[in-house]
């Protein structure tokens, strides 16, 4: 049973598909038997500098799902040794978040350094942060990540937005090498207290995750599957294992669970022990899964 849930995203080799989001974990500070279930483990975004995020409030309970503006909170890419211990104590798949900005590559030596990832997302899209120059610029921005590329040959992963050129930066990604494209960030939105007339997040803005953004998020894996040969990590909208599994029928080769594991810790395990189940009843391996609805057409 050692490799019947196993699966690939570029060269990183995963022991099942479910890889727990960045900033829903920390850095393995809580709950590491549930982490040590999943696939992989995203840790918090790090930038060069420490981070103290944007003002309070930052978080909105919708009901339907949450709205966030940490901020990018976070103690800097030397402020990583505080957490080692914790981030040792991970026994499956390790990856390290950073955010694309002026230092990105000093960042990725110093994560180097630690010699702790066996892999690494680059965070393009953060909702409730200023946007650089590269965000708009694909020349810049296709310059960044040659260098990031050339710096490693462990697996680079590119975390992008619905406010980008999906398609085309998953073809940027594809060409320079890239191993996944994870597919989406949360979704830029407001939120309003009509009675007090005031906004709810100090920083206005914040970004929304939970189950209404899954059908947009699975229109953009398939639409990407079909023209793009590049690995899909799908991350949105999971609260159960059936979104994991309808992601993996339009060709998603893993899947994050992000704010849902905030209503339940235990959702990784559930949804491993759903897709196993789903995978022995229908008699169908994990590879033939995978983007079982495009090989159809």
């Known amino acids: 049973m050692t490799n019947f849930l196993q699966t690939t995203a ?8 479910i890889i727990l989001a960045s900033g829903v974990c920390g850095f393995g500070e809580k709950n590491i038997d549930v982490l040590n279930k999943c696939g992989g483990v995203v840790f918090k975004t790090i930038t060069y500098l420490p981070k103290k995020g944007n003002p309070t409030p930052r978080i909105v309970d919708l009901g339907f799902g949450i709205i966030n503006s940490i901020g990018l909170e976070n103690p800097g890419v030397a402020g990583i040794k505080e957490k080692i211990n914790y981030i040792k104590k991970i026994k499956t798949r390790k990856i390290a978040s950073f955010l694309i900005e002026e230092k990105a590559e000093e960042t990725l030596d110093k994560l180097e350094e630690y010699e702790l990832f066996d892999g690494y997302e680059i965070n393009l899209s953060c909702p ?29 992963f590119l975390k992008l937005s619905y406010e980008m050129d999906v398609i085309n930066i998953s073809k940027i990604a594809k060409d320079e090498g890239y191993d996944a494209v994870v597919l989406l960030n949360s979704f830029k939105s407001v939120s309003v207290d009509y009675k007090e007339k005031k ?19 699975q229109r953009y894996v398939y639409d990407i599957k079909k023209i793009v040969d590049i690995d899909i990590i799908a991350c949105g909208g999971v609260l159960n294992g059936s979104d994991v599994i309808e992601y993996l029928l339009l060709g998603a080769n893993a899947v994050q669970i992000g704010s849902g594991y905030f209503r339940d810790p235990q959702l990784p395990i559930k949804c491993i022990k ?7 009843k229908e008699k169908i391996n994990l590879k033939n899964l995978i983007g079982y609805l495009i090989k159809k057409q």
């Open 128 to 156: 409730n942060v200023e946007k650089e120059e590269w965000f708009y610029n694909l020349d810049k921005l296709i310059t960044i990540l040659r260098k990031i590329r050339n710096k490693v040959r462990k697996p680079l």
């Open 10 to 17: 570029g060269q990183l080799v995963l022991k099942n598909p």
């Open 274 to 280: 759903f897709l196993e189940n789903y995978l022995k």
């Open 199 to 217: 906004f709810n997040l100090g920083n206005i803005y914040g970004g929304y995750s939970g189950p209404a953004i899954k059908v947009i998020v």
